[in-house]
C-alpha cells in the first residue's frame, strides 16, 4: 500500500526557516510533486510543483521564499521555505503523481508567530 507522510513542521517565528519532507512508503515515485496548504476554513491552496524532468514552478505567493526539490530516487520530496510569513500557516499537503494516480500525504502544521 502506498503512503506519503510529511515531516517537519512546527512552530517558528516570523522570517525563519522550515523544511517540510515528503516521503513515500511503498511501491510508488514522486514523478510529479506538488505542495498544498490549508488554513482555518479556506479551500486547499496550491503552493508549488516539481514536474519530472525537475522544472518547478510556484505560486505567487511564495515565490522566491519557498523551494522544492526531490532526491535522486524520487521517494523524497522537500519543500524548503524560508522568510515564513504569518500568513504561511497551514497545513501543508503533498501530492504525489506518477502514470495518473495519485497519493495526498495527510498533512503536517506550519504555524508562523509573528
Known amino acids: 500500500q502506498v503512503q506519503l507522510m510529511e515531516s517537519g513542521g512546527g512552530v517558528v517565528q516570523a522570517g525563519g526557516s522550515l523544511r517540510l519532507s515528503c516521503i513515500v512508503s511503498?511501491?510508488?515515485?514522486?514523478?510529479?510533486l506538488a505542495w498544498y496548504r490549508q488554513s482555518g476554513g479556506t479551500e486547499r491552496e496550491w503552493v508549488g510543483e516539481i514536474h519530472t524532468h525537475g522544472y518547478t514552478k510556484y505560486a505567487d505567493a511564495v515565490k522566491g521564499r519557498f523551494t522544492i526539490s526531490r532526491d535522486n530516487t524520487k521517494t523524497t520530496g522537500y519543500l524548503e521555505m524560508n522568510g515564513l510569513k504569518a500568513e504561511d500557516t497551514g497545513v501543508y499537503f503533498c501530492?504525489?503523481?506518477?502514470?495518473?494516480?495519485?497519493?495526498w500525504g495527510k498533512g503536517t502544521l506550519v504555524t508562523v508567530s509573528a
Open positions: 501530492l504525489g503523481r506518477r502514470d495518473g494516480i495519485e497519493h
Open positions: 511503498g511501491s510508488f515515485s514522486l514523478e510529479h
